[in-house]
C-alpha cells in the first residue's frame, strides 16, 4: 500500500436509539431541511403540524413581492431561535411547497423548537 490512509467511518448523525425522524425534515452535513407547505394571507402566523412529507405553516403576509417568503423565513428563524441568515429558502420561491434550509442546527435541536411552538 502506497500512502493512502483509509477515512474513519462516518459517525452516524443519530443514535441507534434515536426515534425516526419526521418526513419533512431531510439531515444536511451543515444543518437540515424542511419541506414546508405554505399558506399566505391566513389569519395569523402559525407554525401548524407535520402534512403527510411536509410541515403546514401560515403567514399573515400575501404571496405578492416575496412577502409571505420573507415571513416566513422570519417565522421559522424566530421559533428555532437562530439568526435571520442561517434560514435559506432553496426551492420554490413562487409555489407553496418548499425546501428551507437552516444552517448549524441538529434535526433534535430543531424539533425540540418546533414543538415549543405549537403547545
Known amino acids: 500500500m502506497h500512502g493512502r490512509k483509509s477515512k474513519p ?7 441507534p436509539d434515536s426515534p425516526p ?4 425534515i431531510t439531515v444536511q ?3 437540515i431541511t424542511l419541506a414546508i407547505k ?3 394571507r ?6 401548524g403540524e407535520a402534512n403527510g412529507p411536509e410541515l403546514r405553516i401560515k403567514v399573515t403576509a400575501p404571496p405578492v413581492d416575496a412577502a409571505a417568503n420573507e415571513a416566513l423565513l422570519r417565522l421559522l428563524a424566530d421559533a ?8 435559506e429558502l432553496i426551492r ?3 409555489a407553496r411547497h418548499k425546501v428551507i434550509k437552516v444552517h448549524g442546527l441538529t434535526a433534535a435541536e430543531c424539533l425540540t423548537k418546533l414543538r415549543a411552538t405549537t403547545e
Do not use: H
Open 80 to 87: 428555532l431561535e437562530c439568526p435571520r441568515g442561517k434560514v
Open 92 to 94: 420554490g420561491q413562487t
Open 21 to 24: 425522524l419526521p418526513a419533512f
Open 42 to 47: 391566513a389569519s395569523q402566523n402559525e407554525i
Open 29 to 31: 452535513a451543515d444543518g
Open 9 to 15: 467511518p462516518a459517525k452516524p448523525l443519530r443514535g
Open 38 to 40: 405554505l399558506q399566505p
